[in-house]
């Protein structure tokens, strides 16, 4: 049973949206039919009995269906799930008990395996956990997957490359990938669709897979239609993600303070993710995103165009990761009951 609460008007237009989600038509069988359990104030609570685990066919009804083109509704979002236990596998990894801090390769593209290799070297110089290819670079001619991966993981640090591209390669560029030292698999999860996370999960290729939720906006800035960016977040997880970007606390991006702290909840709930606080995040700030976050375990400060201004990457990074040290070694209620 799958229990998903909306936010709506007309409010007592959610007995078209039950139908709407699943049977269609007043008179569909019983046994698949949405039902609404519950109405309070704009809020509509709905039931349904057969919740697919077939991801692409679940945003296709709860989180993304017809019900964003009916002109019954002029509200519709979803900003609560109750997912039944086991529909998903979630991350394969613990999360780390700490604070890390990744950091992304810039220009975002252009450079060729070789440059890649050299800016990766100075930002795990630095010491960060994690370096990852930008959103945008895929397989190019200039800077082929394979080479790039090679010459990246030379260099002993935890390299996440973006295996986004055609669907029906997805799994063999990240066999391969992985086969050449990368350490870590990136997917534009939105972009080439949540099931990639569901397919490389189930793929267990023994590495973690960094969600990037670059289009997730598309379904969460509307205030009117779409999906609260927690629900997002925790299905993002439950999907396979061992990494889940949640926005960050310096206004760069579009989240809330309310609705960052609410996404990393949603990472921590259940088997952990890493929620990855990011968007114009760097050393001068890093301390300011910990204290609003209000934790110091299972997330990561991701470093992107803000360790390349001023000094060198290397030096942000190094900057970042003694303030994220601090803060891992305080008592873990500490920033909690402040």
């Known amino acids: 049973m799958l229990r998903a609460t909306y936010e709506l008007e007309p409010v007592d237009a959610a007995e078209s949206l039950a139908l709407i989600e699943s049977v269609g038509r007043a008179d569909g069988p019983e046994h698949v039919r949405g039902r609404v359990v ?24 709860v989180l993304a269906g017809e019900w ?22 979630g991350p394969a990894f613990d999360a780390p008990s700490a604070v ?25 110089a630095g010491g960060a956990d994690l ?3 930008d959103e945008l670079l895929g397989d190019p001619d200039w800077c082929p997957l394979e080479e790039r991966v090679r010459s990246v993981a030379s260099l002993g640090v935890r390299y996440a490359a973006n295996v986004t591209g055609p669907v029906d390669s997805l799994l063999a560029r ?8 990368a350490g870590a698999l990136m997917v534009n999860a939105f972009a080439q669709g949540l099931d990639s996370l569901r397919a490389l999960r189930g793929a267990e290729l023994g590495v973690p ?19 609260a960016p927690a629900v997002i ?21 579009y989240d809330t303070a309310d609705d960052v702290r609410a996404q990393i909840e949603a990472c921590h709930r259940g088997r952990r993710a890493v929620a990855v606080i990011g968007g114009g995040v760097g050393p001068e700030n890093a301390a300011a995103q910990l204290d609003a976050a209000h934790v110091t375990s299972a997330v990561m400060l991701l470093l992107g165009s803000a360790a390349y201004e001023g000094g060198s990457p290397e030096e942000a990074v190094r900057a970042t990761v003694d303030i994220a040290r601090s803060y891992s070694a305080r008592p873990k209620n500490e920033l909690e009951i402040a």
């Open 68 to 89: 964003a083109d009916s002109a019954a509704f002029r509200r519709c979002r979803l900003v609560q799930v109750e997912w039944p236990p086991g529909l998903f596998s």
């Open 233 to 253: 977040a925790e299905l993002t997880r439950l999907c396979g993600a061992d990494f889940v970007q949640v926005g960050s606390f310096t206004g760069t991006v």
């Open 38 to 61: 519950a109405v309070n104030g704009d809020r509509a609570v709905l039931e349904f009995p057969a919740a697919s685990s077939d991801v692409s066919l679940l945003v296709s009804s």
């Open 174 to 181: 990240a066999e391969r990938a992985v086969e050449l030292g």
């Open 100 to 124: 890390l801090v990744g950091a992304i390769v810039k220009p975002s593209l252009g450079l060729t395996p070789a440059q890649v290799a050299e800016v990766a070297a100075q930002l795990a």
């Open 131 to 133: 370096v990852k290819d």
């Open 209 to 227: 897979i960094f969600a990037h939720r670059v289009g997730a906006a598309l379904w969460a800035r509307e205030a009117r239609f779409g999906v």
